[in-house]
Antibody
């Protein structure tokens, strides 16, 4: 059974870089898109971006100047880097697998808190 | 960019039917998917490609839609269906777009 497991982050200070890794186990890594999504305390879900195993990325324009999503197919994992964070980036961050333009598998979520 | 609009909250009696609606221009081009989220948990996919249920999702959940509207219907609502429900679709440029969520009270 395919599972997504998130690693990384923790409390951050403003202007620091958020780094998260999502490991995929139990199934095929190739031929899927892999996505990052976040959810603020107000509960709204926000799509951050996606990557294909070839390395092609799709980013939410709201983040484009600060974001990088990368993939390591040899380790079955993909990563999110978001620089120059502010309090507005405080949220639960999820990784997810994309299947037929929907998110069929999700990581457990990582709470990232940005505070001075 | 486009938006997807949902009613913030709905209530339904046990055993009754409720329909949660999602509206947005992107739905004229792209299929909707629906997610259920309970407190402290990651969202779970309920419906994709407008009306397809993944394996393991009870058939009391169904999806439909036309034009700029997508709908999630729960038939014979159970107490465990009390949760937040989110719609999603693609947008221009292969962007992802979520609705604001509907809090369902049973």
């Amino acid at each position: 059974q395919v599972q997504l497991h998130q690693l990384g982050a923790g409390p951050l200070r403003p202007s620091e870089t958020l780094s998260l890794v999502c490991g995929v186990s139990g199934g095929s890594f190739s031929a899927y898109r892999w996505s990052w999504i976040r959810q603020s305390a107000g509960k709204r879900l926000e799509w951050i971006g996606e990557i294909i195993d070839s390395g092609i990325t799709f980013y939410n324009p709201s983040f484009r100047s600060r974001i990088s999503i990368s993939i390591d197919t040899s380790k079955n994992q993909f990563s999110l880097h978001l620089n120059s964070v502010t309090a507005a980036d405080t949220a639960v961050y999820y990784c997810a697998r994309v299947y037929t333009n929907a998110f069929d598998l999700w990581g457990q979520g990582t709470l990232v808190s940005v505070s001075s | 960019s486009s938006e997807l609009t949902q009613d913030p909250a709905l209530s339904v009696a046990l055993g009754q039917t409720v329909t949660i609606t999602c509206r947005g221009d992107s739905l004229r081009t792209y299929y909707a998917s629906w997610y259920q989220q309970k407190p402290g948990q990651a969202p779970t996919l309920l419906i994709y490609s407008r009306s397809t249920r993944p394996s393991g999702i009870p058939d009391r959940f169904s999806g439909s839609g036309s034009g700029n509207t997508a709908s999630l219907t729960i038939t014979g609502t159970r107490a465990e269906d009390e949760a937040d429900y989110f719609c999603h679709s693609r947008d221009r440029g292969d962007q992802g777009l979520f609705g604001g969520g509907t809090k369902l009270t049973v």
